[in-house]
């Protein structure tokens, strides 16, 4: 499929007044990925992150680019940016299954959300799913 972005839009009622609260989400396809350089990838997610996005990934971040993204996170946190909020659903195992699929191209299963930390106020993780619960 291809990119794209959803805007959600929610009343809140605090002291009996509407509030209007927003929330971008952008749909990442795997091919728009799949060229980019570990460095690339990395550069990519921090820049949308940093513009108040939630990112859904629609590949998986291998173990050293997961960890990259958390340094290069941890050195750019600052009043305005606290960080990011990461999780991983359907991480590819090293099998043989995996590396031939790879080898001809293709790919396997995986999910990744990011987001930042001033939106993201619950990650949850379950086996077979991942819960989001967002705002503001």
Do not use: C, W
Request: a positive charge; aromatic letters at 4%; proline letters at 2%.
């Amino acid at each position: 499929y291809k990119n794209g972005s959803a805007k959600i839009k929610q009343q809140q009622y605090k002291n009996g007044s509407a509030k209007t609260m927003v929330v971008q989400i952008d749909f990442i396809s795997f091919s728009s990925l799949k060229d980019k350089t570990s460095e690339e990838k990395i550069k990519f997610i921090l820049n949308h992150v940093k513009q108040d996005k939630i990112l859904v990934l629609d590949t998986t971040l291998d173990l050293d680019e997961e960890k990259q993204l958390i340094s290069q996170t941890m050195a750019n946190v600052t009043k305005n940016f606290p960080g990011i909020e990461v999780s991983t659903l359907g991480r590819e195992s090293d099998d043989l299954r995996t590396r031939l699929i790879k080898l001809l191209g293709g790919k396997t299963t995986g999910l990744t959300v990011i987001g930042p930390t001033n939106l993201v106020k619950q990650l949850k993780k379950d086996p077979d799913k991942l819960k989001l619960l967002a705002g503001t």
